[in-house]
């Protein structure tokens, strides 16, 4: 009887190793699996990530340009490939970084002003990546993944951080004296559209020279700017004086907490500003003294700068309204657009300033309730 207990006792340690034996395979298995599923889920951000990069510089380079599709079509792919992701070494054994690179059939259009972009690793595109456990189980989709994105540009009416002037939109001067002076009998053919006569993207890269005016006076000319008060009157109390004026140009934008939109109102202020209008516009140049503008590429060349700080944003008032009084001795000037400039030189001891038209990225800006009519200004953002 004590031998067949002992033989029992025996059998019983005989089970528990072979129990323990199949959990350690179970669980060696879990593992092999969970880093399988870990380098599926570091994949696939990866190439989300370079995805969305694609879909975001393309976007960029088609609300830059107004879009043109080659263009972006170019910048998403360069986009792409400064990205990388896990990639067969080519033994099909072991994984390496690799940049994940796609070309123009990746890269489409679906409707104007968006640009869908697929990222890949795949036996098709013959970049896959290589999984050690799952294949086992589904060999037809291991080592292979897709990721998509799509942005989209939108053209933008209002921006934040204007610079403190504001000079008149286009009008057609018919009669040539440089005011806004129609008349149905004297002078019927001068008229002012925003559109059909204002400044567009039909500018773009076309100098412009502006002077500074007096905010005294009545009348304005076709190419004087005068010098304003933020916020706009209809959205707080405007802040007046001459150091604020001067500052604002220094730093840039003393305020951001609001933005300047078409029909908003800014105030004008009294006499020319000379002196802190001079010293606003040194520290502007002076910022970024080694940029210029480049003819042939339509673009600023040799910044300190990724944008440079002499690209510059102001709004245009309607002539149609021109000086108004607020009832209280102040005038104000009502905004139709907003343009940007690169400011290319001064002169006239920086009463005037001749600049190039451009466009430029205005990510917390107003999007146009119209988007049929390109402005100055864009934003772009991911919508897939």
């Not at 970049?127 to 939108?154: C, Q």
């Not at 076309?206 to 006076?217: A, E, F, K, V, Y």
């Amino acid at each position: 009887m004590r031998r067949m207990l002992e033989t029992f006792h025996q059998d019983e340690r005989g089970a528990v190793v072979v129990l323990v034996g199949a959990l350690m395979g179970l669980l060696l298995v879990f593992c092999v699996y969970a880093i399988d599923i870990g380098q599926l889920v570091l994949v696939r951000t990866q190439l989300q990530n370079a995805a969305d990069a694609a879909a975001l510089a393309g976007a960029r380079v088609g609300g830059l340009t107004g879009g043109d599709t080659a263009a972006a079509q170019l910048e998403a792919m360069m986009a792409s490939g400064t990205n990388r992701a896990l990639v067969d070494v080519g033994d099909g054994r072991s994984n390496v970084m690799g940049n994940v690179v796609i070309n123009d059939g990746d890269v489409t259009f679906p409707q104007a002003r968006r640009i869908h972009v697929v990222t890949h690793r795949t036996e098709e595109t013959d970049d896959s990546f290589v999984s050690y456990f799952i294949r086992i189980f589904d060999k037809d989709r291991a080592g292979e993944m897709t990721a998509r994105a799509a942005a989209e540009f939108f053209w933008v009416c209002g921006g934040k951080c204007l610079e403190p002037w504001a000079p008149p939109d286009r009008w057609f001067d018919a009669d040539g004296n440089g005011e806004y002076n129609p008349d149905s009998i004297r002078n019927p053919n001068e008229y002012y559209d925003p559109i059909a006569t204002g400044y567009t993207d039909a500018d773009l890269g076309q100098p412009i020279t502006i002077i500074l005016g007096n905010g005294n006076q009545d009348g304005f000319g076709q190419f004087w700017y005068y010098s304003v008060d933020f916020p706009p009157r209809n959205d707080g109390d405007p802040v007046s004086g001459a150091d604020r004026y001067r500052d604002w140009m220094c730093q840039g934008c003393l305020d951001s907490s609001f933005t300047v939109d078409p029909g908003d109102e800014l105030v004008v202020e009294p006499g020319k500003q000379v002196g802190p209008n001079s010293a606003g516009l040194n520290c502007i140049v002076g910022s970024d003294p080694t940029a210029e503008w480049d003819e042939a590429t339509g673009t600023v060349v040799n910044s300190a700068f990724s944008v440079s700080p002499r690209i510059v944003k102001c709004a245009l008032f309607d002539p149609h309204i021109g000086l108004a009084d607020d009832g209280s001795g102040r005038k104000y000037v009502r905004v139709v657009k907003i343009m940007v400039l690169f400011v290319e030189s001064t002169s006239n001891n920086n009463q005037q300033i001749t600049g190039r038209f451009m466009r430029l990225s205005e990510p917390g800006g107003t999007v146009c309730a119209n988007q049929n009519d390109p402005t100055f200004l864009y934003k772009t953002t991911l919508v897939e």
